[in-house]
C-alpha cells in the first residue's frame, strides 16, 4: 500500500510540473479598475494573444497563463473599456496604450512601478522592475548590454559578451538565433564562436536545436563567402542564376538590392539607390536588382513606376523558397555588397549604410 501510495504521488507531482503556468502580479498606482492588461507573443508576426485580465480596485492585476516555452512577449494596458462612447466614436485622445517586453517562463512574477506613468516601453527601467523570472532577468542585462552597440561597433560584439557570460541562458539562444537572421551577417569565425560557445538550453530545447540547424545554415552564408545561388528569371523570361550573374561583373563592387513591388521602404529607397548609381562609372560599380514578388503583374508595373536604369530579375517560385531557407530571413528590403572578386563583403542594414559602405569601397 505505501509503495502504491509513493507511486501515486510521483503520478500527481508530474502532473501538476507538466501544468506550470506564469502568474504575473501587480499593483500600480493610478491604474484604474477595468483598465485591460493583455500579454501577446513577440517572437513572430502573430502577436498571439496569450493572457488577458482586468485590474481591480486599488490597481491591483493578476495575469495567469501558461507557454510552452519562455518567450518574448509584450505586456499591455489599455484603457478602451473605459471610455465608453469616446472610443466607439473615434475620439482617441484620451485612450492610453502601454507595451512592455517582457521575457515569460512559468513562474511566478512581480511587476513593481510607483504608478501607471512610469511603465516603460523597455523591459526596465530605474523606476520599473520585473522580478521572479530568470529568463527576465537575463533578457534585462542583455537589453543593457547590447543598446551599447552602434554602427560602427556592430551588435555581435556586445552580443556575444552576454552569451560568453550565460551559456546556457534560453536568452542566450534567442540572441544567437537573431544573429543568425539575415545571411551574409557574420563570419564564419563568428559563427563557430557561438557554436563553441552554447552547448545546449535546459530551459528550451526545441529553442537550442534551431539555433543548432540555423548555425549549420548560416556556415553557407558566412560574410567572404560567393553568394548563394538562386533561380530567378528576367523580364523577357529567360531562366538565369544569381551565380552567374555576379560572376559576369567580376572585377567591380556589385550591390544586389533584393526588393519587391509591396515593400514601400524598398521602394522609398530607390531614388537614394539612384544616387549611388549614378555617382560612380560602370567599370567600378554597377547594381542589380532581384525582386520577390510572386505576381507578375505587380513586379512588371513597379519596375514601369520606378524606373530603375540597372537589371532587373524575380525569382522564380523554386527560387523564392531558396532564398528566404538558404539566407533565413524575414523579409525584404535586402542588400548585399559583392567585392570585385565575388565575394560577400556586406549584408548593409539599409540605404544610411550602403551611403557609408560604398564610397569607402571605392574611394
Known amino acids: 500500500m505505501r509503495i502504491l501510495f509513493t507511486f501515486l504521488s510521483f503520478i500527481v507531482c508530474c502532473a501538476v ?47 495567469e497563463g501558461h507557454v510552452d516555452h519562455p518567450m518574448l512577449c509584450t505586456l499591455t494596458t489599455n484603457n478602451l473599456t473605459l471610455l465608453g462612447d469616446k472610443a466607439e466614436k473615434n475620439d482617441y485622445k484620451d485612450v492610453k496604450w502601454t507595451y512592455t517586453p517582457v521575457f515569460v517562463d512559468n513562474s511566478d512574477m512581480t511587476l513593481q ?6 511603465i516603460p516601453d523597455a523591459p526596465e527601467s530605474a523606476d520599473f522592475h520585473i522580478v521572479g523570472s530568470e529568463s527576465h532577468r537575463d533578457y534585462c542585462e542583455y537589453i543593457a548590454l547590447t543598446s551599447l552597440s552602434s554602427f560602427s561597433e556592430p551588435t555581435f560584439h556586445f552580443d556575444y559578451q552576454f552569451i560568453e557570460k550565460h551559456p546556457t541562458s534560453v536568452v542566450s539562444v534567442y540572441a544567437a538565433n537573431r544573429l543568425l537572421t539575415n545571411g551574409y551577417n557574420l563570419t564564419t569565425e563568428q559563427i563557430h564562436q ?29 560574410t567572404g563567402n560567393p553568394v548563394v545561388d538562386l533561380d530567378m528569371v528576367t523580364p ?55 525582386s520577390c514578388d510572386e505576381k507578375d503583374d505587380a513586379w512588371r508595373a513597379a519596375m514601369e513606376k520606378d524606373q530603375m ?5 524575380c525569382l522564380t517560385p523554386e527560387g523564392y523558397k531558396q532564398f528566404f531557407a ?8 535586402y542588400y548585399l555588397l559583392v567585392s570585385p572578386d565575388g565575394r560577400v563583403m556586406a549584408n548593409p542594414s539599409g540605404v544610411e549604410a550602403l551611403k557609408t559602405l560604398i564610397p569607402q569601397v571605392l574611394q
Open 326 to 333: 538558404k539566407y533565413q530571413l524575414i523579409g525584404v528590403p
Open 309 to 313: 536604369p540597372w537589371a532587373q530579375y
Open 236 to 290: 523577357e523570361g529567360t531562366r538565369c542564376q544569381l551565380a552567374d550573374i555576379v560572376k559576369a561583373h567580376e572585377g567591380k563592387l556589385l550591390l544586389i538590392d533584393f526588393w519587391a513591388s509591396w515593400c514601400g521602404i524598398c521602394r522609398a529607397s530607390t531614388p537614394d539607390i539612384k544616387v549611388l548609381y549614378d555617382a560612380y562609372d560602370r567599370d567600378r560599380f554597377e547594381v542589380i536588382s532581384v
Open 194 to 222: 557561438l557554436q563553441q560557445t552554447i552547448t545546449g538550453c535546459p530551459a528550451d530545447t526545441a529553442r537550442y536545436n534551431r539555433f543548432v540547424q540555423r548555425a549549420k545554415i548560416a556556415e553557407m552564408t558566412a
Open 113 to 118: 512601478v510607483p504608478s501607471y506613468d512610469l
Open 17 to 63: 510540473s507538466a501544468q506550470q503556468t506564469f502568474r504575473i502580479h501587480g499593483k500600480v498606482k493610478g491604474l484604474k479598475a477595468g483598465v485591460e492588461i493583455g500579454l501577446l507573443s513577440s517572437e513572430d508576426m502573430s502577436s498571439e494573444e496569450i493572457a488577458t485580465a482586468t485590474v481591480q480596485k486599488n490597481g491591483e492585476f493578476f495575469l
